[in-house]
Each structure stands twice: as structure tokens, then as C-alpha cells.
């Protein structure tokens, strides 16, 4: 086997702990950089300071234009997307992939372009799917494609859906991987059988009904983030969606972000609700004296506003079936998002 020389990995929930707990079995031999982003978003990140205690690598946060060090692991910070160019580190803060920022995916696409067949990437734990498209490309590439067994994972829906569409090379518990990772770089084949993936099973839903009438849908779909137009491409067996600025999200991604949107603006209706309510019960009470059955019609209105209000607030705070919601019904996992 060709020695790797370099390794990416991905996590989300529940990653501070199994990145640490992978840096602590990572030999300080190990002669390969490691490049990893979690989801952190803009939040203040310490990860760096873990992982150097953990482990005898150093660790710490890329800085646009850093050389890529062997023996040593490079944290995407917050706030930024990390990527590999020309033998350095490159960071942006570039358009949002998948609702993260950092995101996974754009590191493992430019670890796949620039080192092909010596790349490894790696799928820790995490909801949703971000770093499956990125592991599509590395795999495609001829890199080895690894991605922590789902049923290892405190969050398994991120390693699922890799071992779903990916052809892994290797698919098993955290606590082997870094024994693996370390073999590899030393260009030693300790591949074993992979551990069988559970499979999910998915209700088929039915076009529905509106009043008698069959769903008109929608002429386009926008993107959550800016409101553009979103094209619809397939990359292996995932289906991908991106508008011309460059948000891009996952079919179960763009799920998430479409509740999201739809849950601001509607609690944003709420509030211009419960305002007309005040407005009209002010007008009510500057007209009482001068004008009565105006000012029966002004607290009408506002009795209207304020029913409606608390009408629509109790519907937004329905429970929301989306997909991941789904999937938890079937599995029982506990790492869905309830909506």
C-alpha cells in the first residue's frame, strides 16, 4: 500500500470528545500533517488547547497562508472555511456548506484535489451529513475513505450517511482509528472487514391534499440562507443543492434550514401580530371618550390580532416532522433535532 500523507477529518456533535480521544492515540511519529474541522460556527473555540493535551501532537488553529506541517494538527478556527492550496493552509469566509461555517466538505474537496490517492479523510460523529460529499471526492480520487462506525458514534447520522454513499475503505470504532491512521501513514495495510451498517428504513410519503386539491408546487426552489435560486445536481447518490453565491446544502441539510427560516419568519409574524394588538388597544383608548363605537372597533381589531397571535405561535410550536425527525422514529436514535 502507497504510504497516505496527509489525513482530514470531519466531526460535529459530540466531536470535542472523539477528537480528543483520537489525538490522545495519534503517535508523535506519525510523519503526516492532520487537518480537522468541527462545527463550531462562530463560537470561541478551544479545541486546539484540548486536542495539544490530549495527545502528543501539537495542535492549533490555521492561519491563512500557514505551511501544512507534518506532525502536527491544524484546527479550522471559527467562523472560517479551512482548505489546502499550493502546500498551504487557506482560510475564508466564504459562503455557508450545509448551514456550517467552517464546513467539512470544502476541507476534504481540496485535500482530494490536491493530494489524490494520498489523501485520507475521516467521518467522525455528527448530525446531518456534512463531510459526505467531501469523502465522495477523496474516495473518487483513489484517497482512503474511513468513517467511524455508526453505532460507535455518540451522533451516528454524519458516519451513516458516509458508509451510506461512499464506498469506505475502512468503517470502525473510534478507538481503532487511530492505530489505522498511523499504519496508513507509515504505508502499512492493517485493513480489516468492515463492520456491518444497519440499515435504515424510511416511510414513502404521499403528495398531499390541500382542501380537496392536489399540492401546487412551488415554480422554484430559494435558497434559506440568501433567497436565490437553487440548482439541483446529483454527485454520486446525493443530491445536492446550490445557489449562484455559493450556499450550498445536502437534501437533509436544505430540510433544516428551510424549518429554520420558516420558523423566524413566522415568529416574526407573531410579534408584528402581538404589536398590532398594542396599536389597536392604544387607539381604543385615545378614542373612548370622544368616539365609543370607534373605539369598539379598534379593540375588536385588537382582540382579532392578539386571537391570531397566540393561534400562530401555538403553530409554530407544533411538533415538525423532517427528515432526521423521521429517521430518529425509526432507529430511536436520540441525536435528532425535534421541531
Avoid at 490536491?114 to 477523496?138: H, K, M, Q, R
Avoid at 420558523?263 to 396599536?279: C, Q
Avoid at 405561535?313 to 423532517?322: A, K, N, P
Amino acid at each position: 500500500m502507497a504510504r497516505s500523507s496527509i489525513i482530514a477529518i470531519g466531526a460535529s456533535a459530540g466531536g470535542v470528545r472523539a477528537l480528543c480521544e483520537l489525538a490522545s492515540g495519534l503517535p508523535e511519529t506519525i510523519g503526516v500533517p492532520v487537518l480537522i474541522v468541527l462545527h463550531v460556527g462562530s463560537h470561541p473555540s478551544e479545541l486546539p488547547a484540548l486536542l495539544d493535551a490530549a495527545g502528543p501532537l501539537p495542535a492549533r488553529h490555521a492561519a491563512d497562508g500557514d505551511p501544512i506541517e507534518s506532525g502536527c494538527i491544524h484546527v479550522a478556527p471559527s467562523d472560517h472555511h479551512m482548505i489546502v492550496r499550493n502546500g498551504r493552509l487557506r482560510l475564508s469566509r466564504g459562503p455557508k456548506e450545509n448551514c456550517a461555517r467552517p464546513a467539512i466538505d470544502p476541507l476534504f474537496r481540496s485535500v482530494a484535489e490536491s493530494y489524490g490517492p494520498a489523501a485520507i479523510g475521516v467521518i467522525l460523529t455528527g448530525n446531518l451529513n456534512d463531510g459526505t460529499l467531501g469523502l465522495f471526492e477523496i474516495a473518487r480520487r483513489g484517497g482512503i475513505a474511513i468513517a467511524q462506525h455508526p453505532d460507535d458514534a455518540a451522533y451516528p447520522n454524519m458516519p451513516r450517511s458516509a458508509a451510506e454513499h461512499v464506498e469506505l475503505d475502512y468503517c470502525l470504532r473510534l478507538a481503532d482509528v487511530p492505530k489505522l491512521l498511523a499504519d496508513l501513514a507509515s504505508g502499512k495495510d492493517g485493513k480489516e472487514k468492515a463492520m456491518p451498517i444497519t440499515p435504515l428504513q424510511s416511510d414513502v410519503g404521499q403528495v398531499p391534499v390541500i382542501d380537496g386539491a392536489p399540492f401546487a408546487r412551488p415554480v422554484a426552489i430559494t435558497c434559506p440562507e440568501c433567497g436565490g435560486a437553487l440548482r439541483s445536481s446529483e454527485v454520486g447518490t446525493i443530491s445536492k443543492f446550490g445557489c449562484h453565491i455559493g450556499h450550498s446544502y445536502t437534501a437533509e441539510t436544505m430540510a433544516v434550514a428551510q424549518f429554520e427560516k420558516m420558523e423566524r419568519l413566522m415568529r416574526g409574524a407573531v410579534r408584528f401580530l402581538n404589536e398590532r394588538a398594542e396599536f389597536c388597544l392604544q387607539m381604543a383608548e385615545q378614542r373612548y371618550s370622544l368616539e365609543p363605537d370607534l373605539s369598539a372597533s379598534w379593540h375588536a381589531a385588537s382582540r382579532q390580532a392578539l386571537d391570531r397571535a397566540y393561534k400562530l405561535r401555538d403553530l409554530v410550536e407544533q411538533d415538525w416532522i423532517t427528515p432526521e425527525v423521521a429517521e430518529s422514529r425509526v432507529t430511536g436514535e436520540r441525536d435528532s433535532v425535534s421541531r
